[in-house]
């Protein structure tokens, strides 16, 4: 595939930053990173549309990504200031329809907030239509940009300042936060004692894996069946299995739900009450997602005697699960191994579940930044998720 050499977008990318960036170079090719905005430039995204879905080609890669929170397409790279203002005159003017007042907003990347006010001040003189929304240049958040609909009734334009040049660039899309109320807190049924993975975590494990057209993803430990979820709304065939009766039976009614409110089609999802470390894997094609088992849910800070005694319990299924998948047809693994914060052991599990991996035929992958795992924690958590990413050796 031949890359272009220019940028076409900017992205805005998620707080766990280097998974996310994982994620994007799976389906875009990445510029440059400035890390302290969280903003990458981005060309030849690659849309993944198995359903045939009618949407905006840009509204489609933003809904497939689970660390990107806004797209922004770019519009014209200028040398000179002056020129930004004609710039988005020749974007907005085509918009304003009286009586109907255009919301705008501006914001800033390498640029003084003077700036942005100056241009605002600007663009109400041209047309007394326009509304400011952020007049004084402050950023606004994705979710005030999705409640306020601002897409819809104006325009967000980005104008960033790299490498001696201005590029000016029109936000496309933001994170959906409506769908990702239905697919996580709305979901008829969830385990409230182990929790729910949330919908946006199995997005990005997902994409990390990459499923191929024709493959399945197969998910051992589906609990409350949110990665076969999120395989469904994408349009790719799914197993999901658990050895607990229970979460096979709620999986399955959040399977239908989720039927119902994404209209997936039924049949894309098979369930069983399956023991992963038994399962004869050989026989299948695809690739294994899931947040596996995470042990013990602590609900204070557990004694290093409780750590260890999960840590050996989890380990023990790793193990017995990848020598099973030994010559199997699963080409990729991206998983969730428990990481405890108060764990005292001279090494993470995952160092240990990647050893084993390489004893059955897998090969660790790393990140972009030569990181060989990605930790997706939150700040009160005793057990956070270390997400591995595992090829089968060719």
């Given at each position: 595939m031949t890359r272009n050499t220019a940028v076409e977008y900017l992205g805005w990318i998620g707080t766990?930053?280097?998974?996310?960036?994982?994620?994007?170079a799976r389906y875009a090719h990445t510029h440059w990173y400035d890390q302290g905005t969280g903003v990458?430039?981005?060309?030849?995204?690659?849309?993944?549309?198995?359903?045939g879905l009618p949407k905006d080609p840009d509204r489609l890669w933003l809904d497939q990504m689970g660390g990107v929170m806004k797209l922004a397409r770019v519009v014209k790279v200028v040398s000179e200031p002056p020129a930004v203002l004609e710039v988005l005159w020749r974007m907005i003017e085509p918009n304003l329809r009286a009586p109907h007042r255009y919301k705008l907003v501006l914001s800033g990347l390498g640029v003084p907030r003077e700036f942005l006010k100056e241009l605002h001040?600007?663009?109400?003189?041209?047309?007394?239509?326009?509304?400011?929304?952020?007049?004084h240049g402050q950023p606004m958040n994705t979710g005030r940009l999705f409640r306020e609909n601002i897409l819809r009734r104006g325009g967000e334009y980005t104008i960033c300042l790299r490498a001696g040049e201005i590029i000016v660039a029109e936000t496309v899309a933001v994170q959906n936060l409506r769908n990702y109320r239905l697919r996580d807190h709305q979901k008829p049924w969830r385990d409230s004692y182990m929790g729910m993975l949330p919908p946006k975590l199995a997005q990005i494990i997902l994409n990390i894996a990459d499923p191929?057209?024709?493959?399945?993803?197969?998910d051992p430990f589906c609990g409350s069946g949110t990665i076969c979820g999120e395989a469904g709304i994408v349009g790719v065939p799914t197993v999901g299995e658990d050895l607990a009766p229970g979460h096979i039976a709620g999986a399955q009614e959040n399977w239908r739900y989720l039927t119902e409110k994404f209209r997936l089609e039924g049949g894309l999802a098979q369930w069983a009450v399956a023991d992963a470390t038994k399962t004869h894997w050989r026989d299948r094609q695809g690739v294994l997602c899931t947040e596996g088992w995470l042990g013990q849910n602590f609900r204070e800070v557990p004694t290093q005697d409780a750590i260890g005694r999960s840590r050996q319990q989890v380990g023990r299924?790793?193990?017995?699960?990848?020598?099973?998948?030994?010559?199997?047809?699963?080409?990729?693994?991206?998983a969730c191994i428990p990481r405890w914060a108060h764990d005292k052991s001279?090494?993470?599990l995952s160092a240990e579940v990647r050893r084993w991996a390489r004893e059955n035929g897998y090969e660790p992958v790393r990140g972009l930044g030569g990181e060989e795992t990605y930790?997706?924690?939150?700040?009160?958590?005793?057990?956070?998720?270390?997400?591995?990413?595992?090829?089968?050796?060719?």
């Open positions: 766990h930053t280097a998974l996310c960036r994982a994620e994007v990458v430039g981005l060309s030849d995204l690659v849309r993944r549309d198995y359903r001040g600007a663009l109400q003189e041209k047309s007394g239509l326009i509304r400011a929304e952020n007049a191929r057209p024709g493959e399945t993803v197969f299924v790793w193990r017995q699960l990848l020598g099973q998948m030994r010559g199997s047809g699963i080409r990729t693994v991206v001279r090494a993470p930790v997706y924690s939150r700040p009160e958590a005793h057990t956070a998720r270390e997400i591995i990413w595992l090829a089968k050796k060719i």
